[in-house]
């Protein structure tokens, strides 16, 4: 690093067979004293790709859950400050500088919210996912924060009576670099949220209510319309994640299954009720 710091900082980036973005993402955050990359399972060159660029690897298998996930990515960090990244999102050198400049100094505060960008489908989004665009706190003191368990989306609990803080300078965020992505991404969430969702009250309907409300929510009222057909095609996966979020739960609730009588006589009916 070009300035002395005050303060030592890992960067923690989280994966899944993210071959594809792994070099950018990393390359992105070589600046600073660690760097930790948590895997869970990929099966493509993920880890060769970080281990060739110097990371720590760290394995956790099985998947337990997101939130989980990166509490593991947390507690493997071997310095005071944790900055949290994503394999899909990029350190932008004017962020470098800001956090570079913030732990030369004794930060006011314990956690900072970060905020992003995002460029999907050769765009750069202005309504469905238009700056500041926050997730879960990205910079913070390792012992000052903890993420919830979730096996969606994490939340988090702040282990500080200092307030959040929010930097300036954006993070990059390229979601998806083919729209394949967009259905791999609506059917493994909504598999983590239906089993989620156990035990509670769903059906076929509630299951649409809620996919057609996500869609509203993300193309009308976060005005998704803005971003064209990128902007659809957000908001349809939303819809489709969220609709076979509470199908999926519904389907395990009612145990479909072969009818009760024989199967073989069963079968046999149904061919001559074909014919």
């Given at each position: 690093?070009?300035?002395?710091?005050?303060?030592?900082?890992?960067?923690?980036?989280?994966?899944?067979?993210?071959?594809?973005?792994?070099?950018?993402?990393?390359?992105?955050?070589?600046?600073?004293?660690?760097?930790?990359?948590?895997?869970?399972?990929?099966?493509?060159?993920?880890?060769?790709?970080?281990?060739?660029?110097?990371?720590?690897?760290?394995?956790?298998?099985p998947f337990a859950g997101f939130g989980e996930m990166r509490n593991r990515a947390k507690d493997a960090c071997s310095h005071e400050w944790v900055f949290s990244?994503?394999?899909?999102?990029?350190?932008?050198?004017?962020?470098?500088?800001?956090?570079?400049?913030?732990?030369?100094?004794?930060?006011?505060?314990?956690?900072?919210?970060?905020?992003?960008?995002?460029?999907?489908?050769?765009?750069?989004?202005?309504?469905?996912?238009?700056?500041?665009?926050?997730?879960?706190?990205?910079?913070?003191?390792?012992?000052?924060?903890?993420?919830?368990?979730?096996?969606?989306?994490?939340?988090?609990?702040?282990?500080?009576?200092?307030?959040?803080?929010?930097?300036?300078?954006l993070v990059w965020h390229y979601p998806i670099s083919e729209l394949e992505e967009t259905l791999r991404k609506a059917n493994l969430y909504s598999s983590l949220?239906?089993?989620?969702?156990?035990?509670k009250r769903v059906s076929m309907w509630s299951a649409l209510g809620h996919g057609v409300w996500a869609f509203l929510r993300l193309f009308v009222f976060k005005?998704?319309?803005?971003?064209?057909?990128?902007?659809?095609?957000?908001?349809?996966?939303?819809?489709?994640?969220?609709?076979?979020?509470?199908?999926?739960?519904?389907?395990?609730?009612?145990?479909?299954?072969?009818?009760?009588?024989?199967?073989?006589?069963?079968?046999?009916?149904?061919?001559?009720?074909?014919?």
């Amino acid at each position: 690093m070009g300035d002395e710091l005050v303060h030592k900082i890992s960067a923690c980036v989280i994966t899944f067979n993210d071959a594809d973005n792994l070099q950018f993402s990393v390359a992105s955050v070589r600046w600073t004293d660690e760097i930790v990359v948590v895997d869970t399972g990929s099966t493509d060159r993920t880890v060769e790709i970080a281990e060739s660029m110097g990371a720590r690897i760290v394995n956790t298998i099985p998947f337990a859950g997101f939130g989980e996930m990166r509490n593991r990515a947390k507690d493997a960090c071997s310095h005071e400050w944790v900055f949290s990244l994503d394999a899909d999102e990029h350190c932008t050198p004017e962020l470098r500088d800001e956090i570079i400049a913030l732990m030369a100094t004794d930060p006011p505060h314990d956690a900072y919210l970060v905020p992003r960008r995002t460029y999907m489908m050769g765009r750069w989004l202005r309504g469905s996912s238009r700056p500041p665009d926050y997730r879960t706190p990205q910079l913070y003191r390792k012992d000052c924060l903890r993420y919830t368990p979730s096996l969606t989306h994490e939340a988090h609990e702040l282990l500080s009576k200092r307030p959040l803080g929010q930097l300036q300078n954006l993070v990059w965020h390229y979601p998806i670099s083919e729209l394949e992505e967009t259905l791999r991404k609506a059917n493994l969430y909504s598999s983590l949220g239906a089993r989620a969702l156990a035990g509670k009250r769903v059906s076929m309907w509630s299951a649409l209510g809620h996919g057609v409300w996500a869609f509203l929510r993300l193309f009308v009222f976060k005005r998704g319309f803005l971003d064209g057909w990128a902007g659809f095609v957000i908001a349809l996966s939303n819809f489709e994640g969220t609709f076979y979020r509470y199908a999926k739960a519904y389907e395990k609730a009612q145990a479909w299954g072969l009818p009760a009588t024989n199967t073989d006589e069963t079968r046999a009916r149904s061919v001559r009720a074909g014919s």
